[in-house]
Nanobody, 121 residues
Framework: VQLQASGGGSVQPGGSLRLSCSAP????????VGWFRQFPGKGRTFVAG???????SSDDSLKGRFAVSIGDSEDTVVLEMKHLRPEDTAVYYC????????????????WGQGTLVTVSS
């Protein structure tokens, strides 16, 4: 299983980005898929996650700005980010686990490679 995150880039403060995670066989196999981010010199922290049937959870501090959803393409999960701030600058990873709870806990079975998001004027 190989997860692939894409859609990162540079954006000005207040802007938006849409990250996409290709997770072959994960959603269709009833796994949960989540997003994490990693700041320089820090560990990965949970951003948001979603189950195969659309139940989602996100970090409380990001609610209202970040939203996770099942993508239109098979086995794709999307992270919509708006009102971005410089402190959102990080490498964003997608990952999967059998349950959303395990995603939230970081008990991940497969990690994708990260995509860099830079928020700067």
């Amino acid at each position: 299983v190989q997860l692939q995150a894409s859609g990162g880039g540079s954006v000005q403060p207040g802007g938006s980005l849409r990250l996409s995670c290709s997770a072959p066989g994960r959603v269709s196999s009833r796994y949960a898929v989540g997003w994490f981010r990693q700041f320089p010199g820090k560990g990965r922290t949970f951003v948001a996650g979603i189950t195969w049937h659309g139940i989602s959870s996100s970090d409380d501090s990001l609610k209202g700005r970040f939203a996770v959803s099942i993508g239109d393409s098979e086995d794709t999960v999307v992270l919509e980010m708006k009102h971005l701030r410089p402190e959102d600058t990080a490498v964003y990873y997608c990952a999967s686990a059998p349950t959303l709870g395990e995603v939230q806990d970081g008990s991940i079975d497969y990690w994708g490679q990260g995509t860099l998001v830079t928020v700067s004027s």
